[in-house]
């Protein structure tokens, strides 16, 4: 959703999952954009080939990604 339309519509769409987020929504974010995973989600899963490779705050589990050869 986030990769496609212009920087006008992303940031709509930000701000409208930023909100649904301080409703109490769940939501379920799946993206290859580890910057906006740390600045949207409240946790993190990280999968490798169907598995669960960690789970928890968003920063450590990016950070464990990054640092995995």
């Not at 993206?31 to 169907?50: K, P, Q, Y």
Request: aromatic content about 8%.
């Amino acid at each position: 959703m986030l990769a496609v339309g212009d920087a006008e519509f992303q940031e709509k769409c930000y701000r409208r999952i930023k909100e649904m987020r301080q409703e109490g929504v769940t939501i379920v974010y799946v993206s290859h954009n580890l910057n906006s995973v740390v600045d949207i989600c409240d946790r993190a899963l990280w999968l490798d080939e169907g598995e669960v490779r960690m789970e928890g705050d968003p920063e450590e589990v990016v950070k464990s990604y990054l640092n995995t050869p």
